[in-house]
């Protein structure tokens, strides 16, 4: 049993119970060993899910990063966009990503694509910004979604929304908002030139 299996039967668990159920007794009971040799990967639950919450990044994390022939403007929305569609991947991914910090490799990744942004004219104090703003409305909005479609319900994405309003559709919303959001630093960007 090495880290990697540990991880990918972590996950596979997380899919099908959800991060509430995840345990490290039910782990090592689906890998067919102790409790306490899961410690050897592993130091404690908390370590066990932020490396899992990494390995749940992975399609976000290997993503090209922009080259400088890129749109700024297009590639803030894909960049948002695959974000979105990595935490949806996994059952609770919004909540297992929550509170992780970026370290090693991502820290690379997140300084190539600040770099990207202040070559292509948006200010660095912008850029953060709204990098920040960004990757925080997509978990919430994630989160919302993931809320909606509980277990069982065969992933209808649709919220019930109260008998006087429409129901919502996740995806026009997150576009919506994301919208709302390079508006704003588009108008940030013409202010500062």
Known sequence: MNRETVLTEALDLLDEVGLDAVSTRQLARRLGVEQPSLYYHFRNKKELLSAMSEAAMAPHATAPLPTPDDDWRDWFLENTRSFRRTLLLRRDGARL???????????????????????????????????????????????????????????????????????EDHESSFEAGLALILDGLEQRVRRAG
């Open 97 to 167: 990503h929550a509170g992780s910090h970026p370290g090693g490799t991502d820290l690379d990744r997140i300084a190539h694509k600040m770099a990207f942004l202040t070559a292509a004219g948006v200010p660095a104090k912008h850029a953060r910004t709204a990098m920040l703003a960004a990757g925080r409305f997509t978990v919430g909005s994630v989160l919302e979604e993931q809320a909606d479609a509980g277990p069982g319900d065969g992933g209808d994405r649709t919220a019930a929304a109260p008998p006087d309003l429409p129901p």
